[in-house]
């Protein structure tokens, strides 16, 4: 204690910070980085669990990058899973917050029913969709059937249909993102809209004019990581396709693990997570790179006024 | 989206906008930052318990109960121990079968009676052909272990198992006792010339049918066609045993095609001629592409898309087709012989019958997968081991293996067990004539057979069987892709 009494107040508040940060800093060193090393290295050799990797240089990427190679369908799948269903994920959170900022009458009821599918296990979730998705006896097909004639498809076992599924099933969960955009709502300051409609502006105008711009911080949060939640997609696609038909849900994910853990090729399922985690770097930097374009923060705009 | 880590943050930043200068932006980063970290962790060799990692653990439990094939699916147990009178050194034995618990324990105490210095640990691992591998690589596996016959191979090439080739010659009760055993169950454990694992016992496909709709049709029963119970009999029989209402679907289909490679498009493919990997290329080579292979697959397309006496792939989406068969919406199918006490278990009259035969050859078929017990090299008590390895396949094991009517390797013991007129149907002896036709699974080396069946074959059959893709294309990429894949491997050694 002597010690940390000599110190200033700021090497003080140094210590205290480290203290305070070392057990997710060793959690992160030990269970994290160094599998992280090692997945590298393994990515470098054939290595099948049961006998020592043997070191193979880049062919693993080599015949990951092949034209033609399921990693590549694979990356197909999980780009346009991501592509779209971030986007209509979004836009539903967005939309079933501002519902809810509303004041109506059983609003807390209403705000725990829509978030209620976020908190059930991806698991139970691909279930109960297995069953909404029977092609005979499906709830889908029987709302498409009574309300507008349409013979549904057999969702999950036509190549064509699989993946739109399973991204319908997705945009179901949107409770977080909603959360999340309901708080930054109700942190718009009322003075601004207030102003706005003294200058005339509607609703609609207030929205985009300001709310929109408030919030696009909170937008770029929950598309940033639903984006990176999206192309690591493997619960849904394990449990309830198996990648399957074809290859039509084959996201990089699931292709990871039949390698590590059904096809014991550790060596070429590091090579995938490699490859899949700079795909992530890269949109997810290009995301960030976009935002300048169309986030407002409001803090950057008033350091612009002072100086 | 539903990461509670990401919820708390969010809370913070969207709570209160710009209240605090430049915070968001160090939110954002901060997120980003930790963003990456879980991705990385998610990409990498990560120890955290994910939704994936359950997802995986839930459907791992779930595969090993179906490979069970056991007429009950019991809750697995985790480990029980048996002694003998004068237990020393205590083995550990790992089986996945939480069905045939009750087989597996009377194994184990007519093995520790007989030898008081015995002492098994049994433990019945649910999600077994995960955590095998891992456990054999991390130095926590089990002495003992059964696998799958389609395996041995490749667990052998990796140096997996012990070879028992001069334990059996030198013990000559031993030798004869295997010499017994059934010529596929033998060849599903012989790698290179040697005997790396014991033959526990086997599957046959038939094919089965509900007597009582048969009948009702006037039919003769296919169990007394012979050989004239083919694949133009099986349209034929279809036709007639198929109830077309004014529903969308008949309200009973004729035959039931099954997509399944194990109790369906294989045995057809067998039957034609063909099979999946060449057997004289040591599974190397992928044969699907040939004339033989597409034929039979076609034929089986045909009874759903053509004659449509079989359910879509769409219909068996919603309910399976082995429960259409117990509930006598479907007619005849062909199955695994694990599946006679289940249909027994329906309560449906039934009897079985050979794989319906290929017109083009006069040839039935079925594959046979012949479990088998290894010992692990890193084994510390291998002595112990082998002994109870290698009485696993002494008649008095086989013959209990076989009155729990789980088909031992042993000849002498499927006839005098197994084939026991007790546990029916009427033509159950067919199963004598099966085994003589029987096919062992292919076994390939270089690669697991789950990376070239189920991860590149088996997806394609839905694609097929739906009328996506012709046999002939489908077949044609499925070669392509598993010859490469075979390359792939042989070039990495």
């Given at each position: 204690?002597?010690?940390?009494?000599?110190?200033?107040?700021?090497?003080k508040?140094?210590?205290?910070?480290?203290?305070?940060?070392f057990?997710?800093?060793a959690?992160?060193?030990l269970?994290?980085?160094g599998?992280?090393?090692?997945?590298?290295?393994?990515?470098?050799?054939?290595?099948?669990?049961?006998?020592?990797?043997?070191?193979?240089?880049?062919?693993?990427?080599?015949?990951?990058?092949?034209?033609?190679?399921?990693?590549?369908?694979?990356?197909?799948?999980t780009?346009?899973?991501?592509?779209?269903?971030?986007?209509?994920?979004?836009?539903?959170?967005l939309?079933?917050?501002?519902?809810?900022n509303?004041?109506?009458?059983?609003?807390?009821?209403?705000?725990?029913?829509?978030y209620?599918?976020?908190?059930?296990?991806?698991?139970?979730?691909?279930?109960?969709?297995?069953?909404?998705?029977?092609?005979d006896?499906?709830?889908?097909?029987?709302?498409?059937?009574?309300?507008?004639?349409?013979?549904?498809?057999?969702?999950?076992?036509?190549?064509?249909?699989?993946?739109?599924?399973l991204?319908?099933?997705?945009?179901?969960?949107?409770?977080?993102?909603?959360?999340?955009?309901?708080?930054?709502?109700?942190?718009?300051?009322e003075?601004?809209?207030?102003?706005?409609?003294?200058?005339?502006?509607?609703?609609?105008?207030?929205?985009?004019?300001?709310?929109l711009?408030?919030?696009?911080?909170?937008?770029?949060?929950?598309?940033?990581?639903?984006?990176?939640a999206?192309?690591?997609?493997?619960?849904?696609?394990?449990?309830?396709?198996?990648?399957?038909?074809?290859?039509?849900?084959?996201?990089?994910?699931l292709?990871?693990?039949?390698?590590?853990?059904?096809?014991?090729?550790m060596g070429?399922?590091s090579a995938?997570?490699?490859?899949?985690?700079?795909?992530?770097?890269?949109?997810?930097?290009?995301?960030?790179?976009?935002?300048?374009?169309?986030?407002?923060?409001?803090?950057?705009?008033?350091?612009?006024?002072?100086? | 989206?539903?990461?509670?880590?990401?919820?708390?943050?969010?809370?913070?930043?969207?709570?209160?906008?710009?209240?605090?200068s430049?915070?968001?932006?160090?939110?954002?980063?901060?997120?980003?930052?930790?963003a990456?970290?879980?991705?990385?962790?998610?990409?990498?060799a990560?120890?955290?318990?994910?939704a994936?990692?359950?997802?995986?653990?839930?459907?791992?439990?779930?595969s090993?109960?179906s490979?069970?094939?056991?007429?009950?699916?019991?809750?697995?147990v985790?480990?029980s121990?048996?002694?003998?009178t004068?237990?020393?050194?205590?083995?550990?034995?790992?089986?996945?079968?939480?069905?045939?618990?009750?087989?597996?324990q009377?194994?184990?105490?007519t093995?520790?009676?007989?030898?008081?210095?015995a002492a098994?640990?049994?433990q019945?691992q649910?999600?077994?052909f995960?955590?095998?591998?891992?456990?054999?690589?991390?130095?926590?596996g089990?002495?003992?272990?059964?696998?799958?016959?389609?395996?041995?191979f490749?667990?052998?090439?990796?140096?997996?198992?012990?070879?028992?080739?001069?334990?059996?010659?030198?013990?000559?009760?031993?030798?004869?006792d295997?010499?017994?055993?059934?010529?596929?169950?033998?060849?599903?454990?012989?790698?290179?010339?040697?005997?790396?694992?014991?033959?526990?016992?086997?599957?046959?496909?038939?094919t089965?049918?509900n007597?009582?709709?048969?009948?009702?049709a006037?039919?003769?029963?296919?169990?007394?066609?012979?050989?004239?119970?083919?694949?133009?009999?099986?349209?034929?029989y279809?036709?007639?045993?198929?109830?077309?209402?004014?529903?969308?679907?008949?309200?009973?289909?004729?035959?039931?095609?099954?997509?399944?490679?194990?109790?369906?498009?294989l045995?057809?493919?067998?039957?034609?001629?063909?099979?999946?990997?060449?057997?004289?290329?040591?599974?190397r080579?992928?044969?699907?592409d040939?004339?033989?292979?597409?034929?039979?697959?076609?034929?089986?397309?045909?009874?759903?898309?053509?004659?449509?006496?079989?359910?879509?792939?769409?219909?068996?989406s919603?309910?399976?087709?082995?429960?259409?068969?117990?509930?006598?919406?479907?007619?005849?199918?062909?199955?695994?012989?694990?599946?006679?006490?289940?249909?027994?278990?329906?309560?449906?009259?039934?009897?079985?019958?050979?794989?319906?035969?290929?017109?083009?050859?006069?040839?039935?078929?079925?594959?046979?997968?012949?479990?088998?017990?290894?010992?692990?090299?890193?084994s510390?008590?291998?002595?112990?081991?082998?002994?109870?390895?290698?009485?696993?396949?002494?008649?008095?094991?086989?013959?209990?293996?076989?009155?729990f009517?789980?088909?031992?390797?042993?000849?002498?013991?499927?006839?005098?067990?197994y084939?026991?007129?007790?546990?029916?149907?009427?033509?159950?002896?067919?199963?004598?004539?099966?085994?003589?036709?029987?096919t062992?699974?292919?076994?390939?080396?270089?690669?697991?057979?789950?990376?070239?069946?189920?991860?590149?074959?088996?997806?394609?059959?839905?694609?097929?069987?739906?009328?996506?893709?012709?046999?002939?294309?489908g077949?044609?990429?499925?070669?392509?892709?598993?010859?490469?894949?075979?390359?792939q491997?042989?070039?990495?050694?």
């Open positions: 204690m002597a010690f940390i009494r000599q110190r200033s107040l700021a090497q508040e140094a210590i205290l910070g480290w203290l305070l940060v057990p997710w800093l959690g992160f060193v269970l994290i980085a599998p992280i090393i090692a997945s590298l290295v393994l990515s470098l050799t054939a290595w099948d669990i049961l006998r020592p990797p043997k070191f193979i240089g880049l062919t693993n990427f080599h015949d990951l990058l092949q034209p033609g190679s399921h990693f590549w369908q694979s990356i197909k799948v780009t346009i899973y991501a592509f779209v269903s971030v986007p209509a994920h979004t836009v539903l959170a939309l079933v917050a501002i519902l809810l509303q004041k109506v009458k059983g609003l807390r009821l209403w705000r725990t029913l829509y209620l599918p976020s908190v059930v296990s991806g698991v139970a979730v691909a279930f109960l969709w297995q069953w909404v998705y029977d092609a006896f499906g709830l889908a097909n029987w709302v498409l059937w009574t309300l507008f004639h349409i013979e549904g498809p057999a969702w999950l076992v036509d190549p064509h249909w699989a993946l739109p599924a991204i319908i099933m997705d945009i179901w969960t949107f409770g977080a993102p909603m959360v999340i955009f309901l708080a930054s709502l109700q942190g718009v300051p003075e601004l809209h207030e102003a706005a409609q003294i200058d005339g502006a509607g609703a609609v105008r207030r929205f985009f004019s300001v709310t711009p408030l919030i696009t911080p909170v937008v770029l949060f929950n598309v940033t990581l639903g984006l990176i999206a192309l690591q997609m493997f619960t849904q696609a394990y449990i309830i396709t198996n990648g399957g038909p074809g290859n039509a849900t084959l996201t990089t994910m292709y990871l693990y039949q390698n590590a853990f059904q096809n014991l090729r070429y399922a995938i997570a490699w490859l899949l985690f700079l795909y992530i770097m890269a949109l997810t930097l290009l995301v960030f790179w976009s935002s300048r374009h169309w986030v407002y923060y409001q803090s950057s705009t008033d350091r612009k006024g002072e100086q | 989206m539903s990461q509670s880590n990401m919820l708390e943050g969010s809370f913070r930043q969207g709570g209160h906008p710009g209240a605090v430049l915070s968001r932006r160090r939110v954002l980063a901060l997120c980003a930052a930790g990456t970290g879980t991705l990385l962790a998610a990409c990498g990560s120890t955290s318990t994910s994936s990692t359950r997802a995986a653990a839930t459907k791992a439990a779930a090993t109960a490979r069970a094939r056991a007429p009950s699916q019991a809750t697995a985790p480990s121990v048996f002694k003998g004068q237990a020393q050194k205590t083995i550990l034995v790992w089986d996945w079968a939480a069905g045939w618990e009750q087989l597996l009377k194994l184990a105490t093995y520790v009676h007989d030898n008081p210095q098994l640990n049994l019945i649910p999600g077994y995960t955590k095998l591998p891992v456990a054999l690589a991390g130095g926590t089990p002495d003992a272990y059964r696998m799958v016959g389609r395996d041995v490749s667990w052998d090439y990796r140096k997996q198992l012990v070879d028992l080739t001069s334990m059996i010659n030198q013990n000559a009760k031993i030798k004869t295997y010499g017994n055993m059934a010529k596929p169950s033998r060849d599903a454990v012989t790698y290179h010339g040697n005997v790396v694992a014991m033959p526990f016992g086997g599957t046959l496909i038939m089965i049918y007597t009582d709709l048969v009948k009702a006037g039919l003769t029963p296919p169990a007394e066609l012979g050989s004239k119970w083919d694949w133009n009999k099986v349209v034929e279809g036709e007639k045993l198929t109830k077309r209402g004014n529903g969308p679907h008949p309200s009973v289909y004729g035959f039931w095609a099954t997509e399944d490679w194990e109790q369906g498009w045995n057809w493919v067998l039957a034609n001629g063909g099979y999946f990997l060449d057997p004289t290329k040591n599974y080579v992928c044969l699907l040939q004339p033989q292979a597409i034929g039979g697959v076609q034929d089986m397309v045909d009874l759903v898309l053509k004659y449509k006496v079989s359910p879509t792939t769409q219909e068996l919603s309910e399976n087709g082995a429960t259409l068969f117990y509930t006598g919406k479907i007619a005849i199918t062909t199955m695994g012989s694990w599946g006679i006490p289940q249909v027994r278990q329906a309560k449906i009259n039934f009897d079985i019958a050979m794989v319906p035969y290929s017109p083009n050859t006069g040839k039935s078929a079925s594959d046979s997968n012949f479990s088998a017990t290894g010992i692990n090299p890193a510390k008590v291998q002595e112990e081991t082998a002994k109870y390895v290698l009485w696993t396949g002494t008649e008095e094991a086989q013959k209990i293996i076989g009155s009517e789980f088909m031992p390797a042993s000849v002498p013991a499927i006839q005098q067990t084939l026991d007129p007790k546990f029916g149907p009427a033509h159950r002896s067919i199963l004598a004539d099966v085994l003589k036709i029987t062992p699974q292919p076994e390939p080396d270089v690669v697991a057979f789950t990376d070239v069946m189920d991860n590149l074959t088996q997806k394609e059959i839905p694609l097929l069987f739906g009328g996506h893709e012709s046999v002939q294309k077949f044609g990429k499925v070669t392509q892709e598993v010859n490469a894949r075979i390359q491997a042989v070039k990495a050694g």
